[in-house]
């Protein structure tokens, strides 16, 4: 119910493209009571006529037109000509009136389905909004498939929950309307039927309790899908490497089978509540026959108002049976709706959260006693102290899940510490507006990643108000500008789905290029020139030079050339800084952990400057 709620007030926007839409189904279901009065007038003329017609007699007859009791006027018909003037006056009077309902029923599907729709585009926005406001550590636990899941899947399933809301909405207009003519046509009847319909609605809502249940696992199943299509789309060359095409085709069957297996259950739900509905519908409607054929012989019911209350009580089982319908369907559609507020609910980054310090001019760096750690429990980072002035080169060495990168994301507060205080040019970064902050941040990453577009725009994307001048400039800086030219579209080519239609070393120098293009007073490098051919790692390492300097530099570098070249190098272990110092100091110490890491890969070369660690 709190998730009916919540999604009913998205309908609130729209108001009063609902009100338009209710507003012509009410004429259509006034147009559709009018008609059911009309075809009831005119078989009571039909049944007045033939009793001339039997007779042989000339027809003088005197017809009384009534609703519900009120005389309207009196209608004299006399001779044949007139008896078939008033039957084309009876069949154009329900043309008519079938033409103005057809004309709402334009008016009503596209306002309810504009409004549909609008939500459905609000819904989108509001995800995507929500993705990309949320803080690094979400990505760190949640499966990128999962996530696509909510945008695609979920928000799909939401178009079945609004649209058995919608219908909903009008079947009980329909209800209503219907419902009130029936009690004017006959009160005890009109309140035996609504009795009766009155157990299909209990049973429709049981229905939709089980269905509600089975469809959370249902959505479940679908984003493993996903998730599963995406990453192993993500990594095909793998699969095939290692030959595992018929091992990923039967772990796609079992997820596809278990989805299938739930939805067979809502399937049989479903179809099951569809026949009672109906028998239920059928036996009201024998009953109420009986029950007014026994009124029509006892006297106490004309002929017109059993007709009459016949047609309006068959207009009335459809909206009844849809809302029960409309109801069990929409527990399964509901579950959606749900997932899709609790992301929408998370807690995001306020990027323009007022701050309490100036942004900083310089870029001096410091940690004083920081901590941190992703579960609470273990720590990735212990007690980390230093400071970093502006233009000064750092590198960070050490063995894998030492603490490196940990600390890099830190800067830009990707996480925030546990314990201590990071401070740029002495002010603390948590009291920094994080937009300030991170405008001051360029991250050349290991694995770059370019979207698909033109090498124009993946280097405007530092700075988007960059005019064509200063993306060139950024591209020349990086050393890209020379290799762009000799593309056939030059910096309008397409890069491709992750820029995969460019080699790694271009990949990279356009990274560099974004990053010149952005003109940081930090810059964090996360193993820049680890993939590279020797070739390409000189282009890169000639642009990264460039772009350090006067910048103050996070390096982790496992390429000497790269280390060779900082001013300090920091060396972690298990989290913590246990070395510090410039190559040569550092290769000075017997039993320091840089000289054994060193001369585990150095060993055979000798002092190999620029060559690989």
């Known amino acids: 119910m709190t998730t009916f709620l919540r999604l009913s007030k998205y309908f609130l926007a729209y108001r009063w493209r609902i009100f338009a839409g209710l507003f012509s189904v009410a004429v259509m279901s006034t147009a559709d009571t ?165 157990i299909s609605g209990i049973i429709s809502r049981k229905f939709g309790d089980r269905i509600r249940s089975i469809s959370r696992e249902i959505m479940n199943t679908l984003a493993e899908i996903t998730a599963f299509l995406q990453e192993k789309i993500a990594s095909i060359r793998i699969v095939k490497f290692f030959t595992r095409e018929e091992f990923e085709k039967e772990n796609f069957r079992a997820k596809v089978g278990e989805n299938y297996r739930h939805s067979m259950k809502v399937v049989k739900t479903v179809a099951l509540l569809s026949p009672i509905n109906e028998f239920f519908n059928t036996l009201v409607i024998a009953l109420v026959v009986i029950f007014t054929a026994y009124l029509f012989i006892e006297g106490s019911m004309t002929i017109q108002m059993m007709i009459q209350f016949l047609i309006l009580m068959t207009f009335l089982a459809k909206p009844v049976k849809a809302i029960g319908e409309n109801a069990a369907r929409l527990q399964k559609s509901l579950v959606s709706a749900g997932f899709i507020f609790e992301m929408i609910d998370l807690e995001k980054e306020d990027l323009s959260k007022p701050a309490s310090v100036s942004p900083f001019e310089t870029g001096n760096v410091s940690f004083r006693n920081v901590s941190f750690s992703y579960d609470g429990e273990i720590p990735a980072l212990r007690n980390i102290t230093f400071d970093v002035r502006k233009g000064e080169r750092i590198a960070l060495v050490g063995p894998s899940g030492s603490g490196k990168t940990t600390l890099i994301n830190l800067i830009p507060r990707f996480y925030e510490s546990t314990e201590g205080t990071i401070t740029i040019d002495g002010s603390a970064t948590s009291l920094m507006r994080l937009s300030d902050l991170r405008s001051q941040i360029a991250v050349v990453p290991q694995e770059v990643m370019l979207f698909a577009g033109t090498i124009h725009d993946n280097i405007r994307y530092g700075r988007l108000e960059a005019t064509r001048d200063e993306v060139v400039a950024a591209a020349q800086a990086a050393n890209a500008h020379e290799f762009i030219e000799r593309l056939e579209r030059k910096y309008e080519t397409e890069v491709g789905e992750r820029g995969l239609q460019l080699s790694g070393g271009q990949r990279q120098r356009i990274a560099i290029a974004r990053a010149v293009l952005r003109n940081p007073k930090i810059l964090l490098l996360d193993e820049a020139t680890s993939a590279l051919d020797t070739e390409s790692e000189l282009a890169v390492q000639e642009a990264l030079d460039r772009l350090m300097e006067g910048r103050t530099s996070f390096i982790i570098a496992h390429r000497l050339s790269t280390v060779y070249r900082c001013d300090r190098i920091f060396v972690l272990e298990e989290g913590r800084i246990v070395e510090q110092g410039t190559h040569d100091e550092l290769l000075q110490k017997d039993s320091g952990l840089y000289k054994r890491l060193y001369s585990l890969q150095f060993a055979e070369n000798g002092d190999l400057r620029g060559e690989e660690t």
């Open 34 to 198: 009018i008609s059911a009065f009309l075809v009831a007038q005119l078989f009571a003329v039909l049944k007045e006529i033939e009793g001339f017609v039997r007779r042989g007699s000339e027809i003088a007859i005197s017809v009384p037109v009534e609703i519900y009791g009120y005389r309207l006027r009196e209608l004299t018909i006399t001779g044949y000509s007139e008896s078939f003037d008033i039957i084309v006056l009876f069949a154009a009077a329900i043309t008519v009136i079938i033409l103005v309902k057809v004309c709402f029923v334009y008016v009503r599907e596209y306002m309810m389905s504009s409004v549909q729709q609008k939500i459905l585009m609000k819904f989108r926005v509001e995800l995507f909004d929500t993705v990309v406001m949320l803080p690094a550590k979400y990505f760190d636990k949640q499966k990128t498939g999962r996530i696509m899941s909510r945008i695609t899947n979920d928000v799909n399933a939401v178009e079945q929950s609004l649209f058995q809301i919608i219908e909903m909405a009008q079947n009980s207009i329909y209800a209503i309307i219907f419902a009130t003519a029936l009690f004017y046509t006959n009160w005890q009847l009109t309140i035996f039927t609504i009795v009766v319909f009155s």
